[in-house]
């Protein structure tokens, strides 16, 4: 019997404290801002400041981004680990899902996975429709 009850503990205390997803993710509201793209990684190379895209990127808490003369609506996915941006529907652009790396007051850094092409530049080193990984980081301005 006592080790029943001894069994019984042990399960109840590694139930317990197993890692619990949470649902209630907050997500982090200091994305809504304006941001200028100060590094961008292609498949983790650091690009050329003179090689790469400007790019400027507004988002805003009205649930509405702007990046370089691309407007739409933007979201977090369920889980408050990814950004959304889903471009005006008369544009005919792909919705675009980037991975939050990081995100403070000052620094926005997000990934994903598209082909050039997808991305509207051309990368010298990058075969036409290989997919390659993109990591963007901004600045507040």
Request: hydrophobic share 40%.
């Amino acid at each position: 019997m006592k080790s029943v009850i001894i069994f019984s503990l042990s399960f109840l205390i590694a139930l317990t404290s197993c890692n619990q997803t949470d649902d209630n993710v907050e997500p982090p509201t200091a994305v809504i801002n304006g941001w200028n793209l100060e590094e961008l990684y292609i498949n983790g190379q650091l690009q050329d400041a003179n090689q790469t895209p400007a790019t400027y990127l507004s988002i805003s808490e009205d649930n509405q981004y702007y990046r370089n003369y691309i407007t739409g609506n933007w979201s977090f996915s369920s889980n408050a680990k990814n950004i959304i941006f889903s471009p005006e529907q008369i544009l005919e652009l792909a919705e675009k899902q980037y991975q939050i790396i990081e995100v403070t007051d000052n620094i926005l850094i997000i990934e994903c996975n598209m082909t050039e092409e997808e991305y509207f530049w051309d990368f010298p080193e990058i075969d036409d429709g290989e997919i390659i990984t993109i990591r963007e980081k901004f600045v507040a301005n």
